[in-house]
């Protein structure tokens, strides 16, 4: 019989490619794991792209929380519910800690595992579980969600961390079919370009200028400074923004330079193969920028907002984790990690 294990890490963008050398180490112990994921759906792509997951289980805090109490919502909620009581599983790992991802264990049946009080972000979620691990929360997040599944599993994890994308990236960097996305009224069908040169030119790099937060951000001559050395070793630039006010920061970065374009909304997987295609990325501190390090290319992270001590960027190729909260790195700094990442190929 499979041992039937119910991973619960629901959010953000790269906490869930934080998780996903866990996944890679779990399937590697424990004989006949079959692993379903409960996961926010905006998000529910990146547990596809690991061959390790069986089932995907979908869940809509962030849309549910706007009309909690209504028919629609309620409904939905009900049905994920029946859904996760319907399946005893062997072990159910909370690898969130909060009391969103402690709700949904609740609902399980199965040995529920978690992170202690001391350990836990929020420690009143670690009421929830039946049975409690001391992970240490000043470690890097990659190692800490391993030592958790090693700590529940009865394993201890070795090795240089496998994200398991190495499927993905081989067929992301075969000419994909056209994308459709849908717009936001509902009605405005766009088709993404098709990037048949992924196969064979690595001659573009991926660039993320934009945030959410103004603190984030990192000085527009710096930037410039950047693409211009980026265009002299003969990359195209392809800039991305999650948003309207992103896209047209983007845009004013780049205006008047040859050889650069902001890239329209894209889907997650449509993005991912436009990293795992690229020859180098340079961007802000965002999960994307983490993606881009588990996707084996060279990847420079600006940190301002944040620290890379909780959360450097991890890959198998070259990566770079500079600045620190209230710090900005200095162009040198950056600079000089551009002239690696184009040295590593």
């Given amino acids: 019989m499979p041992t039937r294990i119910l991973i619960v890490r629901t959010s953000s963008l790269g906490d869930l490619v934080h998780m996903l050398p866990a996944i890679t180490d779990i399937a590697r112990h424990v004989p006949d794991a079959q692993i379903d994921w409960v996961v926010e759906e905006a998000f529910a792509e990146i547990p596809s792209w690991h061959p390790a997951v069986n089932e995907i289980i979908k869940v809509a805090h962030r849309r549910w929380r706007k009309s909690w109490w209504s028919a629609q919502v309620r409904a939905e909620r009900r049905a994920l519910r029946e859904r996760l009581r319907s399946v005893r599983y062997d072990i159910v790992l909370d690898m969130q800690a909060l009391l969103k991802s402690a709700w949904l264990v609740r609902q399980t049946q199965g040995v529920k595992h978690g992170l202690d009080w001391r350990s836990a972000r929020e420690p009143l979620a670690s009421l929830f579980y039946n049975v409690r691990h001391r992970v240490e929360f000043w470690q890097p997040a990659v190692i800490r969600q391993r030592k958790l599944a090693g700590l529940t599993f009865g394993y201890q994890y070795a090795g240089q961390p496998d994200f398991g994308l190495q499927g993905f990236a081989r067929q992301a960097t075969q000419a994909p079919e056209p994308v459709l996305e849908v717009g936001s009224a509902g009605l405005n069908v766009t088709e993404l370009p098709r990037l048949h040169h992924l196969d064979t030119d690595r001659g573009y790099a991926v660039i993320m200028p934009s945030a959410s937060r103004d603190d984030k951000l990192w000085p527009e001559d710096d930037w410039r400074v950047v693409f211009r050395r980026l265009r002299e070793a003969g990359c195209t630039l392809k800039l991305l923004a999650g948003n309207d006010q992103e896209a047209e920061r983007a845009s004013l970065l780049v205006a008047g330079m040859d050889g650069a374009e902001v890239m329209p909304r894209m889907d997650l997987s449509a993005v991912a193969r436009l ?51 209230g710090a900005s790195p200095s162009r040198e700094a950056v600079m000089a990690s551009v002239e690696q990442a184009l040295a590593a190929q």
Avoid: E, F, K, Q
Avoid at 294 to 299: D, E, N, Q, V, Y
Avoid at 316 to 325: C, V
């Fill in 275 to 325: 990293l795992a295609g690229a020859r180098l990325m340079v961007g802000l501190d965002s999960g994307l920028t983490h993606l881009s390090a588990a996707l084996g290319r060279p990847t420079i992270g600006i940190y301002r907002a944040s620290t890379p001590v909780r959360t450097p960027l991890v890959g198998s190729n070259y990566t770079a984790s500079l600045g620190d909260r």
